[in-house]
């Protein structure tokens, strides 16, 4: 620390009078400054080489922070400057004593200085100091010190384990967990006074009255309680058990409407508490102010109701904003146009300005593109089927760039009234792939709409399987499609549509489908086959395998449906490109890979539908089975061993035979001390073992 320039004058000049002076003016001023204090006292012992002066100085610091209960501050005086007010053989008795007038109220002091060692090696002050530090790092997780762990959430301290050297704390939601000593500083954060998490356990009643009478005064507890904004997902963490589920949406709506609650950010929206309500709008407004449209349009509909003068500064700009990109951008002027007819402002100049873009513009999907807010393509839409003479070819042309659902809801409600869906259902059935979010609707809404599926069963069973193995195009839809083969999806509805005629090509796409596993196919299969049971396969002989080879035969096929076949798809559609598919040379070679590949896939398919794993536990010595090592002796005394597993795992060269050879199929069956002929050669079966 750097002492002031006239204090320094008078240590440089060894004026003690001065010194002291400046010493008690300090000392009323401002007792806490302890930096000042430990540094002047140094000097003072050092530089003038006055010892007795700097411990008579140190002790009227160590009275008045004693009288005045700062053992804190004592405790750092002591750090500081210990060997200067108390003589060797007495600091670790005053450490001792300036501890226990802090924490000896605590539940665990008493037991945690011993367990540190702090009563051992008085002697050695700088191994006490680093005990000191131990032992006020153990103290801050004593019993009833309310924690925070990542992933568990906020708890109480509610044992200290000595022998086990170890925390128990009670989360609210996950019960008891025990943390070692050692680890408590890296999982565990103690809660200051005040934090929300530390009030549910302090003050619980006191919070839930707050809760029913002020939300947005809870809210704030909330927000002020941490150094960043957070997401309205992790407000509803910090109040659970406080605000019930079932009341949160209304809660939540209340509470967020305090002109003072500041959304921040892009993307998942978060909060802030802001220091006033016009600091709130000040920051509205510079966020505003230096945003991209689209940006803007979202800060219009999340803030637009804070305050009227706010309002009609952002819709000037915005008004401004879609005049200038009429021509340039008519898909953003338009969403900005919406915006303001929803906002409220100049209504009817933002309608005139609508309806003149969805009359004039030629390909309304142009601007439906720019408008990314869901309720706000709904009313373009309503636009569309009130200015334009052809308006349900354009909705059905919308179908293949809408993405929500809830949109497409809309879109199929209209284009149903007149008798148009049936056209646009046709469409997606063709080429699921040129609107890949609209055929996912159709695979979704089709579980329950009859009329739907029975238009054409087959085909919609088809492309669906088809849609789970695509990733290039579906990947990200893959987690709405799945549910489709499930238990009451598409698929198994489709299958109760079919005809005895599509059942077999129904059961070869079942079959070949690359984005389903095993446990979803079988149950498909099956319902096909106890609809049409003319069709039901004889049972198969099962196949049988090692672990080993029924792991590496899965890893083969996962490879071959997620890797090579979506390849090989590529391949055919960037040769289709190149021209005359009938002298593609390109385009041929890619779709005979293609059928040898789909072929080897089922193939395999079909071998893990029977394969049975080969149990060494049945391997008992008393006859020959599947998985035995067989150890044969002819008359001449040669010898050989012959071990019998499953085609898959099969090496002739080594005497590793398939169960379904012929030499496998004599021994099979046979007991320690028979016979069998080999080569036209008696040998006599001496041992059986297991293979392994």
């Given amino acids: 620390m750097t002492l002031p320039e006239d204090l320094q004058d008078h240590l440089d000049q060894g004026d003690l009078g001065a010194v002291e002076d400046a010493w008690l003016a300090r000392l009323e001023a401002n007792s806490t ?4 204090f430990i540094e002047t006292a140094s000097r003072v012992a050092g530089d003038v080489g006055d010892p007795d002066t700097a411990q008579t100085l140190l002790d009227m610091l160590d009275e008045h922070l004693q009288s005045t209960g700062c053992h804190d501050l004592r405790l750092r005086l002591l750090r500081g400057a210990g060997t200067l007010m108390v003589a060797d053989e007495d600091l670790h008795g005053e450490i001792l004593r300036t501890l226990e007038s802090l924490y000896a109220s605590r539940p665990s002091f008493a037991a945690l200085v011993e367990k540190v060692g702090l009563t051992r090696a008085p002697g050695d002050i700088p191994k006490t100091w680093q005990k000191v530090d131990k032992l006020e790092t153990l103290l801050a997780y004593d019993i009833g010190t309310i924690v925070h762990m990542n992933g568990k959430g906020s708890g109480r301290v509610t044992e200290v384990n000595m022998a086990l050297s170890s925390f128990v704390v009670t989360f609210e939601r996950f019960g008891a967990l025990r943390v070692g000593f050692a680890a408590a500083a890296k999982l565990l954060r103690p809660l200051p006074a005040g934090h929300i998490l530390r009030r549910k356990h302090e003050e619980p009643e006191a919070l839930a009255r707050l809760r029913d009478e002020d939300p947005s005064a809870l809210l ?57 309500s ?8 510079l966020s505003f102010e230096g945003a991209e449209v689209k940006k803007r349009i979202a800060l219009l509909r999340r803030h637009g109701a804070r305050e009227p003068t706010l309002a009609a500064r952002m819709c000037a700009t915005l008004r401004a904003d879609a005049r200038r990109l009429k021509n340039s951008d008519p898909g953003l002027a338009c969403a900005a146009w919406l915006s303001l007819e929803k906002h409220g402002v100049d209504r009817e100049v933002a309608l005139a300005a609508l309806e003149t873009a969805v009359r004039t513009t030629r390909d309304v999907r142009t601007l439906a593109r720019g408008v990314h807010d869901r309720a706000m393509r709904e009313r373009l839409y309503e636009l569309i089927r009130d200015h334009r003479e052809h308006w349900l070819d354009d909705l059905a042309a919308l179908f293949e760039i809408e993405s929500e659902a809830r949109a497409l809801d809309r879109l199929a409600e209209q284009l149903d009234a007149e008798g148009r869906l049936g056209e646009v259902i046709d469409t997606l059935l063709a080429q699921p792939r040129k609107a890949p979010a609209a055929f996912v609707w159709l695979v979704e809404r089709a579980a329950r709409h009859d009329a739907w599926r029975r238009r054409n069963p087959l085909r919609l069973l088809d492309q669906t399987l088809w849609s789970l193995a695509d990733g290039p195009t579906f990947g990200t839809y893959r987690v709405r499609l799945q549910p489709a083969v499930e238990s009451g999806g598409a698929v198994p509805r489709l299958i109760g549509d079919l005809t005895a005629d599509q059942a077999p090509r129904a059961l070869q796409a079942i079959a070949r489908a690359g984005g389903i596993e095993g446990y979803q196919r079988d149950p498909l299969i099956a319902a096909i086959h106890l609809k049409f049971p003319e069709h039901r396969e004889e049972d198969q002989a099962p196949l049988y395998a090692t672990k080993e080879a029924i792991t590496a035969k899965r890893s083969e096929l996962k490879k071959l449906l997620d890797e090579e076949i979506p390849a090989n798809r590529r391949a055919i559609e960037e040769a289709r490109e190149l021209g005359d598919l009938r002298e593609n040379f390109e385009y041929k070679s890619a779709r005979q890979r293609h059928e040898y590949l789909a072929t080897r896939a089922a193939a395999l398919d079909a071998d893990l539908s029977r394969v049975r794993p080969i149990n060494a536990a049945a391997v008992d010595g008393t006859k020959v089975v599947i998985g035995s090592r067989v150890s044969l002796r002819a008359a001449d005394a040669s010898e050989r061993s012959i071990t019998i597993l499953g085609p898959w795992d099969s090496d002739p060269e080594n005497d590793v035979l398939s169960n379904e050879a012929a030499l496998a199929r004599a021994l099979l069956g046979t007991r320690v001390g028979q016979s069998v002929d080999i080569a036209s050669v008696s040998m006599r079966v001496e041992r059986i073992d297991p293979w392994l």
């Fill in 33 to 36: 400054d302890l930096d000042f």
């Fill in 278 to 285: 016009a600091d709130a709008d000040d920051a509205v407004w």
């Fill in 220 to 276: 704030r507890l909330v927000l002020e309680s941490h150094d960043k904004p957070r997401t309205g997902a992790q407000v509803r963490l910090d109040l659970a058990g406080l605000v019930e589920e079932r009341s949160w949406a209304s809660w939540w709506a209340a509470a967020r409407k305090h002109p003072q609650v500041l959304a921040v950010g892009t993307g998942r929206r978060a909060y802030r508490w802001a220091a006033t």
